[in-house]
């Protein structure tokens, strides 16, 4: 069940409908967006009647949600939400571009890719501190000096910037040198990391796991929104099949069904979802029109020599051309970029 609380409602009016939930011996999680406020009720809901509810003052409406996925689900939230960071809006009219190499190499490297992507239209800068790498004698990340450069590199290009958080006890540190934390494949299933980003408030992107299905997925979404954070960005990045041509399989089922599915803004990561430079530039414009809400693009100016996923990276003109062809198809499917 979820309850919509009316716009101009009260704080008062908020805590007697928690303290009924409460009283009822279920569990209530608010959640505070910048559109509106509602307040989840978790449990057996047949202890809580449903008119007592709505005679409440400041209680719009009551909504039955079956999905066990009850704060995710479209059916306690018809339009999609709108996830406002910094004034950038995920999941709106207008399709946001996150770019950038897949690690931070240097406050170099990172400064000249972040000036390459803005002037190209992307509107967030991303880059790995901390890689969670197959072999552990592979370039593991330049930690908290990467850190440093992620947040030099923000405040001088004024974009948002992204990061992948491996580890519930870097949360809190990562929040000072980001605006987004993101949550790789490998830890889609990490329940005390999801909990802890759901704790802290901070947007996140919560990338598919690879074997996961969208069941799985959606449950590992409701886990930080059961910590009342709204701000969640969901990101297919590709799953394993028997394919070994190339990396993963970009899932582009996982877009219409995610958004008729969920309320969140559902982002795609050609980069991953390929492991083909080659291959980026059709897989971004087929998630787009496919009904996308942004894209998730490895780049580099010299990919070759990338210190990590070089074979996926996209050269600098690579993707300026991929942003031209992505203005062109925005317009097609009803967006703006
Ligand atoms: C990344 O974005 O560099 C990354 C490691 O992504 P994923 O978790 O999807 O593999
Ligand atoms: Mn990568």
Redesign the pocket.
């Known amino acids: 069940m979820i309850i919509v609380m009316k716009q101009d409602a009260l704080r008062r009016q908020v805590e007697a409908v928690i303290d009924l939930i409460e009283k009822s011996g279920l569990k209530p999680v608010l959640l505070e967006g910048s559109e509106r406020r509602v307040i989840a009720v978790i449990g057996d809901e047949r202890t809580i009647s449903k008119s007592n509810l709505l005679a409440l003052p400041g209680v719009a409406e009551v909504l039955d949600v079956v999905k066990p996925y009850k704060l995710v689900a479209r059916e306690g939230h018809k339009q999609g939400s709108i996830i406002d960071i910094k004034g950038v809006k995920f999941g709106g009219p207008e399709i946001i571009v996150i770019a950038g190499p897949?690690s931070v190499e240097s406050d170099e490297q990172f400064l000249k890719i972040a000036r390459d992507v803005k002037a190209s239209g992307a509107k967030v800068l991303?880059g790995?501190a901390f890689?969670?790498r197959t072999s552990p004698h592979d370039f593991q990340g330049l930690g908290l000096d990467g850190l440093k450069f992620i947040k030099e590199a923000k405040e001088e290009t004024g974009l948002l910037a992204a990061t992948?958080v491996l580890d519930p006890r870097q949360v809190e540190v990562l929040a000072q040198y980001t605006d987004i934390l993101?949550i790789?494949?490998?830890s889609m299933q990490n329940y005390p990391l999801l909990r802890e980003c759901g704790r802290s408030g901070m947007p996140i992107i919560l990338?598919r796991g690879k074997w996961a299905t969208y069941k799985e997925y959606l449950l590992a979404a409701e886990y930080i929104m059961a910590e009342g954070n709204e701000k969640v960005i969901l990101c297919e990045?590709g799953i394993r099949t028997f394919e070994t041509e190339t990396r993963h399989t970009f899932d582009i089922n996982a877009i219409p069904f995610l958004k008729a599915e969920t309320h969140l803004p559902v982002f795609a990561?050609p980069s991953?979802g390929t492991g083909i430079a080659a291959l980026v530039p059709a897989i971004s414009k087929a998630a787009i029109a496919a009904g996308a809400d942004g894209l998730?693009i490895?780049t580099h100016y010299d990919p070759k020599h990338a210190a990590s996923?070089a074979a996926q990276t996209i050269a600098t003109d690579v993707f300026t051309k991929l942003m031209q062809d992505i203005r062109k198809i925005a317009p097609v499917v009803g967006r703006e970029f």
Do not use: P, S
Request: charged share 45%.
């Open positions: 897949c991303r790995g890689k969670w992948e993101q790789g494949t490998v990338k990045r990561d991953h998730i490895e996923d």
